[in-house]
């Protein structure tokens, strides 16, 4: 069984690899599953293992929570052997959350709707999808931008399962308005389903945007580039980018001085809440994962 014990503490922040059907360390021995876990790729940045492994100790729980890195080749197999092992959750990050709907058993309506999932739960004869990034982005854009500036125009940077659930929460506030921009826009095709309309990134206006979420990948390292110009974001626009690190992303250095700014720490903590919720019910984690979360450099 995954996760009986609580071990080093240390451990958790290497990153465990599936690969050819099989869960290894970084240095190749065979690894055994931990009690809750991340997948995705790349996962050597998140902060999930520090904010879900202060939540099981703050709960009194044995375990660990732990990143491992697979391919969407793998997936599926990964998933069988999670479950094999009575891992007791998981998450899913990039680029796996709509493949992750797919290959479950089981769906929250939610998960549905959105078309991605980002949290799965054992279920009878397979996981259940369930996303809570919805949820928790309206919890992060509610603290960070307290004027609502989703009121009027909303923009959306992404055509990912990120893109999904942040369109999906915008109009969840009552959003004016909701544009999805993305390079290739017959990606961004669904927006439509939602009641957004899909643009190409390059060319779209954005002087009338009063809030963008970037929800694509890029600022995820240090010398990512920005996803777009910077100087195209009109003066006083409400700026959330959903990639944190331990520096501001490109975007978020040049816009901080044009208008209010926020990375994805808040919606990170609000969504890891969320989830353990869905695993551990009747837990209440919020404070021990605000608490663990590290700072944001903004």
């Known amino acids: 069984m995954a996760g009986e014990t609580k071990g080093d503490p240390r451990e958790a922040t290497e990153v465990l690899i599936f690969q050819s059907g099989v ?46 890195k697979v391919a969407g080749e793998e997936f599926e197999a990964c998933l069988s052997a999670a479950l094999k092992e009575e891992v007791a959750g998981l998450n899913v990050t990039l680029p796996h959350k709509e493949r992750a709907l797919r290959a479950c058993q089981h769906a929250s309506p939610l998960a549905a709707r959105v078309g991605a999932a980002n949290t799965l739960v054992p279920a009878r004869n397979g996981w259940e ?69 899909a643009e190409d990134l390059r060319t779209a206006p954005l002087d009338s945007a009063t809030l963008l979420i970037q929800a694509t990948p890029l600022g995820l390292l240090p010398e990512d580039p920005s996803p777009l110009d910077p100087s195209r974001i009109r003066n006083g626009c409400a700026l959330m980018d959903l990639c944190y690190g331990a520096t501001p992303s490109a975007l978020l250095r040049v816009h901080r001085t044009r208008g209010p700014v926020a990375d994805g720490r808040e919606m ?31």
Do not use: M
């Open 23 to 68: 869960l290894r360390t970084s240095n190749g021995e065979q690894a055994s599953w931990p009690r809750l876990a991340l997948l995705g790729d790349p996962v050597e940045h998140s902060l999930s293992p520090v904010l879900h492994g202060a939540a099981l100790q703050g709960a009194n729980l044995p375990g660990q929570y732990r990143c491992v």
């Open 129 to 197: 999808a369930h996303n809570t990034d919805v949820g928790g982005l309206k919890d992060a854009l509610r603290l960070a931008f307290p004027d609502r500036p989703w009121r009027r125009e909303c923009v959306v940077v992404g055509a990912g399962g990120a893109a999904r659930a942040a369109v999906v929460s915008l109009f969840e506030l009552n959003a004016h308005g909701v544009r999805v921009l993305a390079r290739q826009v017959e990606r961004a095709r669904w927006a439509a389903s939602f009641g957004a309309s």
């Open 268 to 298: 990170l903590c609000a969504q890891a809440a969320r989830s353990f919720r869905l695993w551990f019910p009747g837990t209440q984690p919020e404070g021990f994962i605000r608490r663990a979360c590290p700072k944001s450099p903004l």
